[in-house]
């Protein structure tokens, strides 16, 4: 039997294709999974009595499934509709299977780590396995986190601390410094665990913090073989395969060292490495450096356009939609000291400037009322308003645009939006013709208003 009679009748393509991004891989194309209808919360919900629990609201199982790593999620999920701050969702870890495994992953996590780790983990509960790992590694430091840790009193463990608290990369991972980052069973509520997971990496990546990560998390291989679905409720938005999982730590970390499924191939467990990626880091102060550039430059040129304006001469704007209008509305060109805003297309003239209102006004306007000075407000465009003005008899004094902070003379200023004067190389059989003229209308080169 082939694949598509094992599925029933051909689907339309388009009841089939569904947008929306994967949490686990980011791919942005789904299918329908499971369709359960509406079902009340059922492992935070803990109604206290038999009419709160009938009167309980029903939300949407609405699952689909990634066509590329396999993920399952909830497409109607809403984080907002669980009461995560209210109710801790503890894990019952006493079965003996269960301990079983438990001691298995423990060994797993251990296995890499210094004589003296620190172990961080992310949603510690009753740090149940903190516990666990102190005693066969007592030297360490072990560090919970989960708004509602709720440790056994009975225990008073030295080495171990738990954060009624959650997990801040960005102030925690330089604090602690983790050999090893834990978080069992948790991804499965996020609404986007690879973002959470790539915070992480790039936490350590910034820090300078060579650490590993163990994530647990329940898997619907079996569910999937054995066409089981009362794995599918609504507090567990994402459903991993191993596929999927394995997927989902790639996309993060520096090297996957282990994918495994685990107590009767009903969980999936991995171990990773996050080594400071100098790419991301570098990529990061960039944007820093380009932030605190556009901010100085940003006031550097209102301060000269505040000068150009009351320098009494007739000034124009080149351009009033899209990225020209963006201009104007950045540097706070407001009609009252620009009221002239011409553009190349007819069809714009007559409507206005988004946000500041000057009426657009056609190129030819400026044939009848000249003016001293154009600002050509998109930069890239110059060398062709130029030509345009040249063409239509337009004689500014000056053609000024913004330049690394500055307002830059075209004619005779420094900048990169001057072209090359040499004609591309003629093909066979052609003639190179002349380079294009530049107008040169200007009365001073370098900076405009220097």
């Known amino acids: 039997m082939s694949m598509d009679e094992r599925a029933g009748p051909r689907t339309n393509l388009s009841e089939l294709l569904l947008a929306c991004t994967c949490p686990a891989c980011a791919h942005h194309v789904a299918v329908p999974f499971y369709h359960g209808g509406h079902q009340p919360l059922t492992t935070l919900a803990w109604p206290r009595s038999s009419a709160a629990a009938a009167a309980m609201r029903r939300l949407p199982l609405d699952f689909v499934r990634c066509v590329d790593c396999g993920h399952v999620f909830n497409r109607a999920f809403d984080y907002t509709a669980v009461p995560y701050s209210d109710k801790p969702n503890l894990m019952f870890n006493r ?33 149940h396995l903190l516990r666990s790992l102190a005693e066969l590694r007592p030297q360490g430091r072990y560090v919970g986190f989960d708004p509602h840790a709720v440790p056994d009193t009975r225990h008073h463990d030295a080495g171990i601390e738990v954060h009624a608290a959650l997990f801040d990369p960005a102030v925690h991972m330089a604090e602690f410094r983790p050999d090893l980052i834990v978080s069992r069973h948790v991804l499965e509520h996020l609404t986007n665990p690879l973002g959470f997971l790539q915070s992480l990496a790039f936490a350590a990546s910034w820090e300078g913090v060579e650490t590993r990560l163990f994530i647990e998390v329940p898997c619907i291989d079996r569910a999937l073989a054995l066409g089981r679905t009362v794995d599918f409720f609504y507090e567990h938005n994402s459903h991993f395969t191993s596929q999927s999982f394995g997927r989902l730590l790639a996309r993060c970390a520096s090297q996957v060292e282990l994918v495994e499924r685990g107590y009767n191939d009903e969980v999936v467990y991995g171990l990773a490495r996050f080594a400071p990626l100098l790419r991301q880091t570098q990529t990061a102060h960039e944007a820093l450096a380009f932030a605190r550039q556009a901010a100085t430059a940003s006031a550097r040129v209102r301060d000269e356009l505040t000068q150009l304006a009351r320098s009494g001469q ?72 130029a030509l345009e003005m040249q063409r239509h008899g337009i004689q500014p004094r000056q053609i000024l645009i913004e330049h690394q902070g500055r307002l830059i003379d075209f004619a005779n200023g420094h900048h990169p939006y001057r072209p090359e004067t040499p004609s591309p190389t003629p093909t066979r ?22």
């Open 95 to 127: 079965g003996r299977t269960w301990g079983t495994h438990l001691h298995r992953v423990a060994t797993l996590m251990l296995a890499p780590l210094p004589a003296a780790p620190t172990i961080v983990e992310v949603g510690c509960g009753d740090a």
């Open 314 to 385: 007739r000034i124009a704007i080149w351009g009033g939609t899209g990225k020209a209008a963006a201009f104007i509305n950045q540097y706070a060109l407001d009609a009252a000291r620009f009221p002239l805003v011409v553009d190349s297309d007819a069809d714009k003239a007559g409507t206005y400037v988004p946000g500041t209102g000057q009426e657009i006004r056609h190129r030819d306007y400026l044939l009848n009322h000249p003016v001293d000075v154009v600002l050509v407000a998109t930069q890239w465009r110059v060398h062709d308003i």
């Open 429 to 450: 059989g052609q003639q190179a013709g002349p380079a294009p003229h530049l107008p040169t209308w200007s009365v001073e080169s370098g900076n405009a208003l220097a």
